[in-house]
T-cell receptor
Framework: AQSVSQHNHHVILSEAASLELGCNYSYGGTVNLFWYVQYPGQHLQLLLK??????LVKGIKGFEAEFIKSKFSFNLRKPSVQWSDTAEYFCAGGNTGFQKLVFGTGTRLLVSP | NAGVTQTPKFQVLKTGQSMTLQCAQDMNHEYMSWYRQDPGMGLRLIHY???????DQGEVPNGYNVSRSTTEDFPLRLLLAAPSQTSVYFCASRTSQGYTEAFFGQGTRLTVV
């Protein structure tokens, strides 16, 4: 069965620290991968997506992610976090032509000023 | 530019009551899904639809019914509410054309007492 796993459940960082959140997926074939962010009390918003091509994907708000096929990974990175990045982050994936997404369990990020 | 609209935003039910969570999208998307979000468990797929008249079960379908009579609407019905259905529910939609992400509604926070 398809699955997406996120290793870090809670992360606490100080402002200006670098961020890396892990995401691994379990299925083969052509995969489509996403990172969504959920700010407190809000719905999920897309940060970035990968379908094919350059494995280094740049998203909004300075986030980027790297697709490493050999490691089945799609880790999210940001060189310098801000207090406003405090949120929950979800990795999700689906096969090409997918009708449904599989989500990881999420990572709660707290950035202290 | 409404996108995906969910109603109500908040609801309290008594055990055994029934209700329908509404979801409507104005983007002419073929694919629609319902997820529930619980702490530490990420988003889990309840039901999804690939077009009007076509629905299928996700990971956690028990206790929920759906129908898709039009492209725009995808209501989720709880027939006999139980405390275990206390959760935040998100509706999402996506086009079947090309490689795009899913768009989410604002969510419905449901409490069953």
């Amino acid at each position: 069965a398809q699955s997406v796993s996120q290793h870090n459940h809670h992360v606490i960082l100080s402002e200006a620290a670098s961020l890396e959140l892990g995401c691994n997926y379990s299925y083969g074939g052509t995969v489509n991968l996403f990172w969504y962010v959920q700010y407190p009390g809000q719905h999920l918003q897309l940060l970035l997506k990968y379908f094919s091509g350059d494995p280094l994907v740049k998203g909004i708000k300075g986030f980027e992610a790297e697709f490493i096929k050999s490691k089945f990974s799609f880790n999210l990175r940001k060189p310098s976090v801000q207090w406003s990045d405090t949120a929950e982050y979800f990795c999700a994936g689906g096969n090409t032509g997918f009708q449904k997404l599989v989500f990881g369990t999420g990572t709660r990020l707290l950035v202290s000023p | 530019n409404a996108g995906v609209t969910q109603t109500p935003k908040f609801q309290v039910l008594k055990t055994g009551q029934s209700m329908t969570l509404q979801c409507a999208q104005d983007m002419n998307h073929e694919y629609m899904s319902w997820y529930r979000q619980d702490p530490g468990m990420g988003l889990r797929l309840i039901h999804y639809s690939v077009g009007a008249g076509i629905t299928d079960q996700g990971e956690v379908p028990n206790g929920y019914n759906v129908s898709r009579s039009t492209t725009e609407d995808f209501p989720l019905r709880l027939l006999l509410a139980a405390p275990s259905q206390t959760s935040v529910y998100f509706c999402a939609s996506r086009t079947s054309q090309g490689y795009t992400e899913a768009f989410f509604g604002q969510g419905t926070r449901l409490t069953v007492v």
